[in-house]
């Protein structure tokens, strides 16, 4: 089947959503989402969204905490944009439903603090902010008669020029096109052709890469191992951001404690009862993500302890169970009454700094491809992410990705009128053996969080290549012989996106942000303050073919 648009967007969180309902001022659009519309990452942040609204704050500042936490990556020029589109946006999002909260009295925005913001900046709803956005957007977008939802639908491969006329084609990174994707029916089984004159991936991160993390299940770097299949350049793929506070507990699946929790003076604690983060850092437990996350893993490591410890009681019961009802309701579940009790946290993956190379209109270097969200490389987060400024980055880029597109209306109309080929599954057969799609699976994710970690040495990074590379040959070994399914999909985005972590770990000799290796133990500016930058163009080209 084929499945013509003007614009094809591929993932559902706020970075999709806020792209469609601007894109549908202008034509059609389709949305395809690999289960449901609600299963994206942006559904389950807490914290909030980070905007310049306090009396005291200012736009220097917030650029000023952005930049600190970038730890001398973040490019100036994208996080001043972002920084000041950002309070329009907030009330733009409001305009659409979503309902932040306010102070009682004054009307104006409760803003929360998180680490490494030197004021009180987070605008949230309460410890449920991305289901409040995301419940807003679903229903903009569910109202407008030119956006369509395709669920259970998770693209295979983009449909590039290069890949129509064979790849010879195209030999340089601006040359190639592309003009929508091949696409898994994971109902039907079938793989359909969505045409479109221009796609943008919004697919969101790769926390699944590791075993633990406070992603959900989708976050396997689809959008980032298709880009890069497709010729797109991927940047700092190395700053993978582990969070501080996922809850500890042998049932608890990926649920995170939020930094707003030592925003509201929650402080970390040894098994002993002791406050451990004024031996790290002036900040204390407010201190940038890397550096925490860092600390509790020193802490542990010395103690053999499994867990640390994050104490609220200090507060008011009856103020936490209000400003912490999905943290409160949940940790109860498991035993733990955070009024009381202290609450069992261990760091995990949370965040992927890196991405696909996105400008400053969202724009990748392949023709008519965008890239918004966490799926792209802006420069807003250089070597660590601040918190709560990943929503806002999404917000922003997917208007500029509008604008761009908005200027080139015209362009490309008489694509929807052209055939292109089918997918084409050769021989392939069922697969009788899908034990070897969970075995790799389980492989890549247990190799990338014991030595691809917060604190990397070259030997495990060796090692973590070789085991990687023997997965991925046997993953193109079984890709081609059986039908595609979504587990085999994701099985090979997740090895295209461990191999990129790894060979960017590799490259940077420093210590800088989010990595972190004793052996190279400064941050060396004169040699490393670049981005990393990777490209199926530089070398072996058709080693992701
Ligand atoms: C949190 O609530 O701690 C997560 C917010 C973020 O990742 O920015």
Request: glycine share 8%.
């Amino acid at each position: 089947m084929d499945v013509f648009s003007d614009f094809l967007i591929i993932g559902s969180g706020i970075a999709g959503l806020s792209c469609a309902l601007r894109l549908a001022r202008h034509g059609k659009v389709s949305i395809i989402t690999k289960k449901s519309k609600l299963d994206a990452s942006t559904n389950f942040a807490q914290g909030g969204i980070a905007a310049v609204l306090g009396l005291n704050d200012s736009f220097d500042l917030h650029v000023k905490d952005t930049l600190e936490a970038g730890d001398g990556l973040c490019h100036e020029d994208v996080v001043k944009m972002v920084v000041e589109r950002g309070p329009r946006l907030i009330n733009e999002l409001v305009s659409l439903g979503v309902d932040f909260k306010t102070a009682a009295d004054t009307g104006s925005f409760d803003l929360g603090r998180e680490g490494g913001h030197s004021r009180n900046r987070i605008v949230h709803a309460l410890d449920v902010t991305g289901r409040e956005v995301e419940k807003n957007l679903i229903n903009r977008a569910e109202e407008s008669p030119n956006i369509t939802f395709y669920e259970n639908h998770m693209a295979v491969d983009l449909l590039t020029r290069s890949r129509i006329f064979r790849r010879g084609a195209v030999t340089t990174e601006s040359e190639d096109t592309c003009w929508g994707a091949y696409v898994l029916d994971a109902h039907h089984g079938r793989v359909d052709t969505f045409v479109a004159r221009f796609t943008i991936i919004c697919t969101g991160g790769a926390g699944k890469v590791y075993l633990y993390t406070s992603n959900p299940d989708i976050a396997g770097g689809d959008g980032m191992a298709i880009g890069f299949r497709a010729g797109v350049k991927v940047a700092n793929m190395e700053f993978v951001q582990f969070h501080p506070t996922c809850l500890f507990h042998p049932h608890a699946k990926n649920f995170l404690i939020s930094e707003a929790v030592r925003g509201e003076g929650g402080r970390l604690m040894d098994a002993q009862g002791c406050y451990f983060m004024e031996k790290y850092h002036p900040r204390k437990d407010l201190a940038a993500r890397d550096i925490v996350a860092r600390a509790i893993d020193r802490e542990l490591k010395k103690s053999g302890a499994d867990c640390v410890y994050l104490d609220i009681t200090h507060r008011d019961a009856d103020y936490l169970r209000s400003r912490f009802p999905n943290i409160y309701q949940t940790c109860l579940s498991y035993g733990i009454d955070i009024t009381k009790d202290p609450i069992p946290v261990v760091p995990a993956a949370h965040y992927m700094c890196g991405g696909l190379v996105a400008d400053l209109s969202a724009r990748t270097n392949v023709n008519r491809l965008y890239a918004v969200g966490e799926a792209a490389c802006t420069g807003l987060h250089g070597a660590n992410r601040l918190a709560s400024n990943s929503l806002l980055e999404a917000l922003v880029f997917a208007e500029a990705a509008y604008q761009d597109i908005a200027a080139q209306t015209e362009e490309n109309k008489d694509l929807l009128n052209k055939d292109f080929p089918s997918w084409d599954p050769g021989g392939a057969t069922d697969s009788d053996e899908s034990v070897v799609v969970t075995h790799n699976w389980d492989e890549i994710r247990r190799t990338m969080w014991n030595y691809v970690g917060i604190v990397r040495t070259t030997k495990r990074l060796i090692r973590a290549k070789h085991r990687i590379d023997n997965i991925r040959q046997e993953i193109d070994e079984y890709y081609w012989d059986f039908l595609i399914t979504r587990d085999l999909l994701e099985l090979r985005n997740l090895a295209t996106v461990a191999d990129l972590i790894v060979r960017s770990a590799l490259i940077r000799k420093e210590s800088r942000g989010l990595h972190y290796m004793p052996e190279y133990p400064q941050r060396d500016d004169e040699n490393w303050s670049v981005d990393t930058v990777l490209s199926i163009y530089d070398s072996n080209h058709d080693r992701y073919r």
